[in-house]
């Protein structure tokens, strides 16, 4: 029955949020840090960013470490086996190598031998981007549990020269188990993506891939870091997460008052009270971490999901709204009740 897509009961599946996790790394750069790297203030960041700090993977800490140790405290909370994972997507833009994917290293870390794994390449939305795809897979009856990763490890691919990029970046990990489940209205309520190549240039990073190939001098050495066009994405991206906002409230014919929290992708403090209050959402119903963790691109979301969770601000039945932006253009949402 539940392998078969086309039955009443299948069409009802949701896929529930039955336990998420989160892993940062231990070391810490404050924005003092910075000023002793490039020409900065604490001041400059903190008025244009809201960022006083971010943590940095050290020796032996990868995407893929990160990555494990979240999923584990996932499975922690949703009281699962490893071996009852089915699907294991991680969305990342700092994969553990060029091959073989992330999401099998972390399934061999974490022992779940029944699930298949990929990566997803969406930068900061792969989380969301993930959480869609999985949706589909369990509300089609297909597969019964997935697990969820954002994970990145941005400090390795950061310039630490350029001013304008270095202070915004840190790393990190989040994970969300997710079930196949048929009581009600729980679970992923609606999902929406977009994307737009034409705007590649706005954030990137372009070496080692098949266009500047291993081997090959680079024109630029700087090409090998991370590269943003910070105010272009800046204002693009509060207009399309206010598009998005109001698309899922719509579909989902809720009003603002409805959303319990809303969790946008974490690029900076002052893009996030814009958009808020574009939305009419109050303090209370916005969630910011950004202060902590700085931008940890497809991390940014499942991290603060779990924070939410485990500090008790939300509870059973609530209604999330989570927002990304990010390179490629990327841009989705996901409106969820747990
Ligand atoms: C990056 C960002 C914080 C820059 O803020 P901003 O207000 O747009 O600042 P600007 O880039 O216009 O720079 C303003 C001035 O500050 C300077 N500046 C840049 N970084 C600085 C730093 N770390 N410390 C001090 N001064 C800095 C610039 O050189 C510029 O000086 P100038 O006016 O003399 O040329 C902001 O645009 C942003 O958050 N953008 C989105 C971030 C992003 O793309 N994230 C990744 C995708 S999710």
Not at 70 to 82: C, D, I, N, T
Not at 106 to 134: H, R, T
Not at 150 to 173: H, V
Not at 262 to 282: D, W, Y
Request: glycine letters at 8%; one cysteine or more.
């Amino acid at each position: 029955m539940v392998n078969n897509p086309t039955t009443k009961q299948a069409r009802r599946l949701r896929a529930l949020i039955a336990g998420t996790g989160s892993c940062v790394p231990d070391k810490i750069l404050t924005n003092e840090d910075f000023t002793k790297i490039v020409e900065t203030s604490d001041e400059w960041i903190t008025t244009r960013t809201g960022i006083k700090t971010r943590h940095i993977a050290g020796d032996g800490e990868t995407t893929a470490t990160l990555s494990a140790e979240a999923a584990r405290r996932a499975l922690k909370q949703a009281g699962m086996a490893p071996e009852e994972l089915e699907l294991i997507i991680v969305g990342t833009v700092t994969p553990e190598m060029v091959f073989p994917s992330t999401a099998c290293f972390v399934q061999d870390m974490i022992g779940a031998c029944n699930a298949w794994a990929f990566d997803l390449s969406a930068a900061c939305s792969g989380f969301v981007y993930g959480l869609s795809i999985a949706q589909q897979f369990l509300s089609s009856g297909r597969y019964r549990t997935a697990l969820v990763i954002g994970a990145e490890t941005l400090s390795r691919i950061t310039n630490y020269k350029d001013r304008g990029s270095c202070i915004l970046f840190g790393d990190g990990a989040g994970a969300a188990v997710l079930k196949a489940s048929d009581s009600g209205s729980m679970g992923v309520m609606y999902s929406t993506s977009f994307s737009d190549g034409s705007r590649w240039e706005a954030l990137k990073c372009q070496a080692y891939g098949s266009r500047n190939p291993v081997g090959v001098p680079l024109e630029n050495p700087d090409l090998v870091y991370m590269d943003i066009n910070g105010r272009e994405v800046y204002q693009t991206a509060v207009r399309r997460i206010v598009e998005l906002a109001k698309e899922c409230l719509e579909k989902c014919d809720l009003q603002v008052e409805d959303i319990a929290m809303f969790i946008p992708h974490q690029m900076n403090a002052r893009i996030i009270e814009s958009v808020g209050k574009r939305l009419n959402f109050t303090d209370d119903r916005i969630f910011i971490n950004i202060d902590k963790y700085g931008n940890t691109s497809a991390a940014s979301i499942p991290i603060a999901l779990d924070e939410c969770l485990r500090s008790g601000k939300l509870k059973s039945g609530d209604i999330v709204l989570l927002i990304a932006f990010g390179g490629g253009l990327t841009w989705g949402a996901n409106v969820i009740q747990l």
